[in-house]
């Protein structure tokens, strides 16, 4: 009995419940909310929870922004809870507006590293077009290797 327990508190939520959970997150660039209604019905989901500041992270969005073309039926929507000016920067930097499939958002309530038990930046989580979970990576991970799980 006590194993089961334990399991339990050790499998992530996301193993447990393996469908695109309801959130709430204020999007860049002007905190308007996102909620998983928000989110494109049959296209494929990949949520990236990142950290401005972390080199790691840079590079991804390097390397997601350099072969956006791939991610052609696929929204990204990009995470962090850190402040929103930090997330501007970023967000500026990297000139997410100029890719609508990439929606950056800031989670105030820290949901998202609860739920998918974050312990790596980035951490990139894929859902199907049905909203499933399929797959998860932890730090640097090549582009084509996500692509795949699409």
Sequence with gaps: MFAQATDAVETPVYMRFPTIPEFTVFKAPDSTKFTREDLHKRKSTVFVIFSPDCEHCQRE???ITQNIHDFKNTQIVMITY???EEMISFYK???IANYPQIVMARDTKFFFPVFFKVRNLPSIFVYD????FKKSFEGDVKVETIIAEL
Excluded: Q, R, S, V
Excluded at 129 to 132: E, I, L, P, R
């Design 129 to 132: 077009k049905k909203g499933k």
């Design 82 to 84: 850190l402040p929103y």
């Design 61 to 63: 969005t390097e390397m």
């Design 93 to 95: 930097t990297y000139k």
